[in-house]
């Protein structure tokens, strides 16, 4: 009996030690190569930023958790899920404790593997959609969450800050002479649009961070903006937001930045943007002095395992009315489409296919959210309307949320812009889902903010 008791007090240091918080950070280089499509033009030149896929894996609290967040335009229906499933087997736990992200920056890829195999079926160019360079830079991430799992460190506190960004986002959807919405384009050449008010728009970029003592070990920025200064110039760009965390980067060298678009399907910097070159810069600096202010009014709190919850939401998305399998199969039989597509018609046309067969068969979108003491964070899909972010922060203090999740969706509007005329957003080009779609998710906000 002795012995025993000897044995397992043995243990205890062993125990207490298996049940200690820890971070591991992951930093990847997703840089396409030269020839390679990026989401609308091919690679021309590999420039000084490349593209990163980077986050953190928190241990300790259960099976891992793995958020991630990818220098891209969108992963896509199964791109997202498979992405998901290649995490967490490098992580050691399950797809549903994986989140993944992309910042939506335009000179970068975008991958959907199902609209790829419906392409290739058909016979029809895959053109952005060909995953042959994608797979691989993925693959990079999920080995380096592997890698980054032996170099964990203690995690003893977290933090909360939160600044208003001056000068960056504004309302896409802006109210026109004849109650028409008109659209002010993320680089918008119309003085007149630029001079409308900045209308809706969460001024705030949010700051989590985890610490080891007096040490930051990862800084997590959340921003509802759509993250273009200029683009279409077949070079691969992080664009404003890169070019901020690598600033924030450069002043805290010992933490690893991550940075996620929040709800900025309806928000850009049109207003403050008219294309000119210099701009991408002066808004990254702009968005970097926010972060810095977040930072620097951060709120630390100790953090014990138990105080780390993860909770997810599997919802339903209704499937948008215009949204027809016979009509998109013979579409994609003749090479036919309807106007208004900036991706070539076939690919346009398989990626809504994809889409509804999906949603059609009852395939889930998980909705995570992330408990840190008393901070949440929520995982979102689509390209959502800002409303959503300040309708979540309504319902609770220091709540952060991060959009772009899976963009088999599209643009998510809130049920009344649906019926709204003018802008693009929540046109059929531009949506796969129905104005019933606000109900559904916000419901399940309400139920993962409610603990």
């Known amino acids: 009996m002795k012995t025993l008791l000897r044995f397992g007090l043995a243990l205890l240091p062993a125990l207490a030690q298996a049940a200690e918080l820890r971070l591991a950070t992951f930093d990847a280089d997703i840089t396409p190569p030269v020839g390679s499509m990026l989401a609308y033009d091919p690679v021309v030149r590999v420039d000084e930023m490349t593209l990163r896929g980077r986050g953190v894996v ?3 609290a259960g099976q891992p958790l793995v958020l991630c967040a990818l220098d891209w335009l969108g992963l896509f229906n199964e791109a997202h899920e498979q992405f998901r499933a290649d995490l967490a087997r490098a992580a050691g736990t399950t797809p549903e404790r994986v989140a993944v992200h992309c910042v939506h920056q335009h000179d970068a890829p975008r991958m959907d593997t199902s609209a790829e195999k419906i392409l290739r079926d058909f016979a029809r160019p895959v053109g952005a959609w060909d995953s042959t360079h994608t797979r691989p830079l993925l693959a990079r991430v999920a080995e380096a969450v592997r890698l980054a799992l032996t170099n964990a460190q203690p995690v003893t506190h977290a933090g909360w800050g939160s600044a208003k960004v001056e000068g960056v986002a504004s309302n896409r959807r802006i109210p026109g002479p004849d109650g028409r919405l008109l659209v002010r384009y993320t680089t918008e050449k119309k003085p ?5 008010p900045e209308g809706v728009i969460d001024p705030n970029v949010d700051a989590i961070s985890f610490w080891n003592g007096a040490q930051p070990l990862a800084v997590l920025s959340y921003y509802a903006c759509h993250p273009q200064s200029y683009y279409r110039m077949g070079i691969p760009s992080p664009d404003f937001p890169g070019i901020a965390r690598f600033f924030r980067g450069q002043c805290v060298p010992g933490a690893l930045h991550v940075h996620f678009t929040g709800a900025g399907g309806n928000v850009g910097a049109g207003k403050y943007n008219d294309g000119a070159r210099e701009n ?9 002095d926010g972060m810095q202010r977040a930072f620097e009014a951060t709120e630390k709190f100790p953090l014990a395992a138990a105080e780390v919850g993860w909770r997810v939401e599997q919802v339903r998305l209704p499937i948008a009315a215009h949204l027809n399998e016979e009509q998109l199969l013979a579409q994609l039989k003749t090479g036919q489409t309807a106007p208004g597509s900036r991706v070539p018609a076939d690919a346009s046309d398989a990626e809504r296919l994809a889409f509804l067969r999906r949603a059609a068969a009852g395939h889930t979108t998980a909705m995570p959210c992330l408990r840190l003491g008393g901070l949440r964070v929520l995982h979102l899909p689509g390209e959502l309307f800002v409303e959503y972010q300040l309708a979540a922060k309504a319902l609770r203090p220091r709540v952060a949320m991060a959009a772009y999740g899976d963009e088999g969706p599209l643009y998510i509007g809130t049920q009344r812009a649906y019926a ?27 139920k993962l903010l409610a603990d």
């Open 280 to 288: 991408r810069l002066l808004l990254a600096t702009r968005l970097a």
């Open 192 to 196: 007149e649009k630029r001079a409308a």
């Open 420 to 446: 709204e005329v003018g802008g693009y957003e929540t046109e059929p080009r531009s949506s796969n889902v129905a104005p019933e779609v606000e109900a559904v998710l916000m419901d399940a906000v309400k």
């Open 58 to 60: 928190l241990l300790g």
